[in-house]
Structures are given as C-alpha cells and as structure tokens.
C-alpha cells in the first residue's frame, strides 16, 4: 500500500474507504437514472419463478398497465429467438398503414385492356373469403387482362426458412399475387360397402382443389398405409400416395413461378386466357394510352407508375385477415401483410426495405433494436426482446384501444390457445409462438385485482416436450391472475 509523506494509514484508509463509497453511490444513482426509465429494481427473492425450465433459455418481461410500472424482469434486455411472435409486428404494421380495407389489385383501364397492379393480397380465391371482389371485377370486364410484374422485388421463401419444410402447408410461397393462398388441396374420398354389397371396395377418387394441369404420379409402394402427397421441391410436379382412409385432404404448396401460376390458376375461374407483361400504359400522354416499358424483369419505383392512373379494388375488411392471422397463426397471412404494407408505403414488395423503414419511424423507440427479417417468425434469424413485446403491445393498446386487440387475439380456449386456460376464459389475450425448441407467449392479462399487466415470456433451446413448457407457462400466467 503507498501512502502520503504524512499523516495516520489509519485516517488515509478512511477517506479511501469514504470516496469509494460516494463512487459507488454515484455510479448505483446513474445506472438507477439510465435504467429505471424503463424497469424496476428487482427483488432479491425471485416471486415469478417458472419451474420445470432451469435447463432453457428464458426471458420474462411484465409490465403494469395500471401502475404504469414494469412489475418484474428475468433476462427482459436479451435477445430471443421469438417464433410466431413475430407476427404481432406484422400486426402492427398492418393496423397502422392498411386502413380499413385491403387493396385487393391496382388497375388501370386502357382503350382495350385491363392492366393489373398485385398488391400482396392473401384472400383472393382463399377459401376462408366467399365474396371475391378482384375476381368479379376480371369477369365484368371483356378487355384483354394483363398481369404487370411491377413491384415484386422478394424471394418466394423468407431468409432463413428451413427449406426442407417446403412441402408442408404452413410454409407456401410469398408473391406478388397469392392464390388459392399458394396451396393446392389434395383429397383422397373411398366409397365403402353398401347394404347390398358388404364386399364392394373401389379404389378412392384422388382429385386436387383447384384442378390442375400439372403432372401427377402415383407410387407404387403399397407399404405405405396413409393417404400422402410431396411434391417435387424444383417443380410443380406432384406424387400421390394412395392410403386406407376413408376421407382425406392435405394442402400442398406450390411454386409460384413469380406470376406464372396464379396467370395460369386464374384463368379457368376467369374464364379466358390472363397475360403477364412488364410494360404498362402512361395515361398522361396526350392523344391517347402509350405504353411505357420497364428496363428489367421489375418496374422502376417512382416517375412512371406515378404518371399512370391507377385505381383501386378493395377487397376484404382488415380485420378478417386479421383475425385468423393471429387465431390459427398463418404464416403466409403475416407475410403477406408485411408485404402489403411495403406495397402501400414503399410501392415495392421488399422485407427488408420495409423493415428498415419501420424501425426508424413508428418503432423507433423500441427498448432494443431488434434483428427483424420476416413477417410470420419462420425464421430463426429473428431476435427480440422481451421488452420489445412489451413496448410494442403498449404501443398497440394506446394507439387501437383494447377492445380491438381482444378481438384479434387468441384467448383462452379459442384459436391457438384451444387446449389452454379454459378455466377462466377471458382474461388472457396472448400470441402464441413455436419453433423447435422455443415456445413463447406475449400478449395482455387482466388479474382478479382488476390490473392490466401486458407480459413476455420467451422460451429458447428447451429440449423438453412443447406441451410442458406450455403448461408451465400456463401456470404461470394463472399464478399471476391470482396474486396480481
């Protein structure tokens, strides 16, 4: 220990001892100054323990709506892999920017044709939506239709999706102009015994919802007892597995082929031949319609399209879109979304673009800026925070009103939270999310105390079952109701 020239170790040792004291007080009083703007000091002894999860990843973020305090956070700075979770900002981006109706195409009504601007919509030709308004307006019309291949500018999968869950219904092909919702539906029917004849057995009908043109084989392992269709990963070529069901369907998604597909699906609903173009007409010129040539398989964002009078069909009500994009979790709904809105904003179809706008402006003030790369959270590349959900659903609840939000949510009981907190249905509003290994849930609760508490729980790298984590999770959440 060095020491002055003069003077007691004992009297130096407490003035030491004194101005490492006042730092330390000064350093405890700026960090409460930075972060208790936005959280609470935690209590030594943890009273939101979640058991059964010691060997996962775990961040839980709880907020106060009534006390305008955060009640807790366990790891609520960090980043999570968030799954389905991630649609809740698509949600947001969709409430914000596409209005009370979505635009279900851009058009623009030459002296002898039809030119149609896709605008991302999901519905058209969806089974969920009877009326369709875009597909009336192409029959009511007699002019030549052309598709124009003007702002598509993705990728038919979103970056980092598992590319061998190509097959699988929740992971259809993004585009410009989605049909039938990208899936073909495949149904085996058997007809069985009739009273007069117990034995008879013909072999099942197998037909595809639309009907389509494109190559189907059969296979010829007559191990296989399921009825199953996988098509080929590079085209739309389709091997049917016959099984012992009486009934059976499976969608099967499509390859888009940019325009091509929905160009040649359309065409029997519309009942003529529809074209594909990159060109479009500049009414503004005098004497008449001109056409205006892109350079490129895409059109240019800006003068040309602007100099077009484009109008507008709308078709479905937001809401309607919304609703089974959170209930049952559509990835392709939330893609689609996310989409639209880079459309409306943009004039451009891009995540990335889009994205990038969102975060300087309307979530600019998110506690942590996250790593954001899709709509629908199919991608592992996505990171959150469980203080963004948090921020965000606050944003949501002050900007759309909480009647809206329990509209559009899951609750106990109904949607993706079917076989959960049935009990006292009705008072948590949450979206689910799951991928392997990650199980999240973010959304409002309302606690016998009569508190609003908006919450965050992420679950990463569990190596447990799905539905465990799930019931913990739902034990939690019930605890919280009760004590809260």
Aim: hydrophobic letters at 35%.
């Amino acid at each position: 220990m060095i020491m002055p020239k003069s003077g007691s170790p004992i009297l130096y040792l407490q003035k030491v001892s004194r101005n490492i004291i006042f730092l330390l007080a000064g350093v405890s009083f700026l960090h409460s100054c930075t972060s208790g703007k936005q959280i609470n000091s935690q209590p030594k002894e943890n009273p939101f323990n979640i058991t059964g999860l010691e060997s996962a990843h775990l961040g839980v973020s709880i907020y106060d709506a009534s006390a305008n305090a955060f009640l807790y956070n366990s790891q609520g700075d960090k980043y999570f892999t968030p799954a389905s979770n991630t649609k809740l900002f698509s949600l947001y981006a969709g409430m914000k920017w596409l209005g009370d109706s979505l635009t279900g195409a851009g058009y623009v009504d030459a002296d002898t044709a039809l030119f149609i601007f896709p605008a991302g919509d999901p519905t058209l030709l969806h089974r969920d939506f009877r009326k369709q308004p875009v597909i009336d307006f192409f029959k009511q019309s007699k002019k030549r239709i052309y598709l124009v291949d003007a702002n598509w500018y993705e990728n038919p999968w979103g970056m980092g999706w598992s590319w061998d869950d190509y097959n699988d219904d929740y992971m259809p092909e993004r585009s410009a102009l989605p049909v039938y919702g990208n899936v073909i539906r495949w149904v085996q029917e058997k007809q069985g015994p009739s009273k007069q004849n117990q034995s008879f057995d013909p072999s099942p009908t197998i037909y595809s919802v639309p009907e389509v043109n494109w190559k189907v084989k059969f296979t010829t392992d007559k191990s296989q007892q399921q009825f199953f269709v996988k098509r080929r990963m590079s085209e739309n070529i389709f091997e049917v597995t016959e099984g012992n069901e009486a009934f059976k369907q499976q969608d099967v998604p499509f390859i888009t082929n940019g325009l091509a597909s929905a160009a040649e699906l359309l065409k029997d609903t519309v009942g003529r031949e529809i074209f594909i173009t990159n060109q479009f007409p500049r009414l503004s010129v005098p004497g008449g319609p001109t056409i205006v040539a892109f350079n490129g398989p895409h059109a240019p964002v800006g003068q040309e399209k602007e100099d077009a009078d484009i109008k507008t069909i709308h078709s479905q009500p937001v809401d309607s879109l919304f609703l089974p994009m959170m209930s049952r979790s559509d990835n392709l709904f939330a893609e689609q979304t996310l989409l639209m809105v880079s459309n409306e904003k943009l004039g451009m179809m891009n995540d990335a673009r889009i994205i990038d706008t969102l975060l300087k402006t309307d979530l600019k003030e998110l506690p942590q800026k996250p790593s954001w790369v899709d709509g629908s959270g199919l991608s592992r590349f996505n990171l959150f925070t469980p203080q963004d959900f948090v921020w965000l659903l606050r944003k949501m609840k002050d900007e759309f009103g909480m009647d809206r939000m329990k509209r559009l949510l899951p609750t106990g009981g109904k949607g993706t939270l079917a076989n959960y907190y049935k009990q006292d249905s009705g008072y948590v509003f949450a979206k689910t999310g799951s991928l392997t290994g990650v199980i999240c849930l973010s959304g409002y609760l309302y606690t016998q105390k009569n508190h609003l508490l908006i919450f965050s729980i992420l679950v990463n790298n569990d190596v447990n079952p799905a539905s465990a984590a799930r019931r913990e999770i739902e034990k939690f959440v019930t605890s919280l109701r009760k004590n809260y």
